[in-house]
Every structure is written in C-alpha cells, then in structure tokens.
Nanobody, 119 residues
C-alpha cells in the first residue's frame, strides 16, 4: 500500500518561509507525477506545484517565484520550499502522487499538513 507522509507545516508570519516534505513508502520515480496541492477553508483543493518523472515542473501562477518544488530519490521525498509566504497561502497542503495506466490513473494522497500564515 502506497503511503505519502507530509511534514513541515506550521504557523508563520507573512514574509517568512517553510519547507514541506513528503516522504513516500516507495521509490518516487515509480510515480509519473508528484506534486503539492492545497485546500483553504471553504474552497476547492487546488494545484500548487507538480514535477513529472522526467523533471518537468509546473506551478500555480500565484506561487511562481516564491515556491520551489524539488525531489530526492535517495530520501524518497518531494519537497516544497515556500518563501515570502502570504496570508492567502494559508491552507492544508497535500502531497500527491500519480501513476498513469492505460485505462485509468492511480491517485495517491497524503493526510495533509496545515500551513497558517498570519498577517
């Protein structure tokens, strides 16, 4: 059973930084795409950043230039470095892994880690 475990969330002030970690129970290169999503209260879950097997990276426009996604196969981990945090970044952040298959995709989620940014 695939497990994704996030850590690194917390309460910070605007302008500060946090680094989220997502440790997988399996080799991260067994996933076609890994990424981070977030869900703020009363809002839908939204994509923050993704990295594909081949290393292509995509960011939500609102985090470009502030957030950086990276990975370590040795650590079986994906990271999200978040700088210049804003109150609107407050949300539960979820790690996601996707395996693509011929007839369906397999979607895996972590339990989430809370990020709260005070003004």
């Amino acid at each position: 059973q695939v497990q994704l475990v996030e850590s690194g969330g917390g309460l910070v002030q605007a302008g500060e930084s946090l680094r989220l970690s997502c440790v997988a129970s399996e080799n991260i290169f067994s996933f076609d795409v890994m990424g981070w999503y977030r869900q703020a209260p009363g809002k839908q879950r939204e994509l923050v950043a993704t990295i594909t097997y081949s290393g292509n990276i995509n960011y939500q426009d609102s985090v470009k230039g502030r957030f950086t996604i990276s990975r370590s196969n040795a650590a079986k981990a994906v990271y999200l470095q978040m700088n210049s945090l804003k109150p609107e970044d407050t949300a539960v952040y979820y790690c996601n892994g996707i395996r693509l298959a011929q007839f369906r995709n397999y979607d895996y989620w972590g339990q989430g880690t809370q990020v709260t940014v005070s003004s």
